[in-house]
């Protein structure tokens, strides 16, 4: 045991020092000195002066990552703002494009389905696949057809009157939602989807083969044309 050590310790402590000032001048472990130190009574005056000076150190600490996050943030705001310039804007062609990646990703093309299918929660997402299936692929409005995913039938009306205004299509056009969710996650993912999920629908069987010449031509593009 370090005897001086532990000897100037105490005295310290005994003086109403705080642990910080103490392992200023001793070079030990806190773990050592909340041993040392377990039994030592301080005074009504002492004890306030630790708490003073313990609320100061907490306040210096929580200044000092208030100030850090705001630097933080204020350098990925720099980063957000640059990077966005960088994209001034898009071509048809590039709207192309986006869609048929976005759809090789989130389009739906299980063998059962006859038309093409675009599924997300993404409201931003589906404005933009919403316009790529008016601009490029021509499709009248009258062929959308919407199906919502809602946790809850009594999400159903509000959830369509929401995507209704992000599809800018009627209620009409919005065919029978599915509502199926265990007990357990209703609260969970009705958290993560306010609005449920957004299924764009076209019965379309040259549409549908069409994207998927787009998508095997992107696939084919790419490992001939990169070096």
């Given at each position: 045991?370090k005897?001086?050590?532990?000897n100037?310790?105490?005295?310290l402590?005994?003086?109403?020092?705080?642990f910080?000032?103490?392992?200023q001048?001793?070079?030990?472990s806190?773990s050592s000195?909340?041993?040392?130190l377990?039994?030592?009574?301080l005074?009504?005056?002492?004890?306030?002066?630790?708490?003073?000076?313990n609320?100061k150190?907490?306040?210096k600490?929580i200044r000092?990552?208030?100030?850090k996050?705001?630097?933080?943030?204020?350098?990925?705001?720099n980063?957000?703002n640059?990077?966005?310039?960088?994209?001034?804007?898009?071509?048809?062609?590039e709207?192309?494009?986006?869609?048929?990646?976005l759809?090789?990703?989130?389009?739906?093309?299980?063998?059962?389905?006859k038309s093409?299918?675009?599924?997300n929660s993404?409201p931003?997402?589906?404005?933009l696949m919403?316009?790529w299936?008016?601009?490029v692929?021509?499709?009248d409005?009258?062929?959308?057809?919407?199906?919502?995913q809602?946790?809850?039938a009594?999400r159903?009306?509000?959830?369509?009157?929401?995507w209704?205004g992000?599809?800018?299509?009627p209620a009409t056009?919005?065919i029978?939602p599915?509502?199926?969710?265990?007990p357990?996650s209703?609260?969970?993912?009705?958290?993560?989807?306010?609005y449920?999920?957004?299924?764009?629908?076209i019965?379309?069987?040259?549409l549908?083969?069409?994207?998927?010449?787009?998508?095997?031509g992107?696939n084919t593009?790419?490992w001939?044309?990169l070096?």
């Open positions: 045991m005897i001086l050590e532990r100037k310790a105490i005295s402590r005994r003086q109403g020092k705080t910080n000032e103490i392992l001048e001793i070079a030990v806190k000195l909340s041993y040392w377990r039994s030592i009574e005074t009504d005056a002492q004890v306030a002066r630790i708490c003073y000076k609320d150190i907490k306040d600490f000092y990552n208030a100030l996050k705001k630097q933080a943030d204020e350098r990925k705001g980063i957000l640059n990077s966005s310039k960088e994209i001034s804007t898009i071509s048809e062609r709207l192309k494009l986006i869609g048929i990646a759809y090789w990703a989130e389009g739906y093309e299980g063998s059962r389905w093409v299918c675009f599924t993404d931003e997402m589906i404005k919403m316009r299936f008016r601009i692929c021509k499709v409005d009258t062929k959308f057809r919407i199906r919502i809602c946790h809850g009594e159903v009306k509000k959830a369509e009157k929401y209704s992000i599809t800018a299509l056009q919005f029978k599915y509502i199926r969710i265990s357990t209703k609260k969970k993912m009705g958290n993560l989807a306010p449920g999920i957004c299924n764009v629908r019965s379309d069987i040259s549908l083969t069409k994207i998927k010449g787009w998508i095997c992107i593009a790419l001939s044309s070096v």
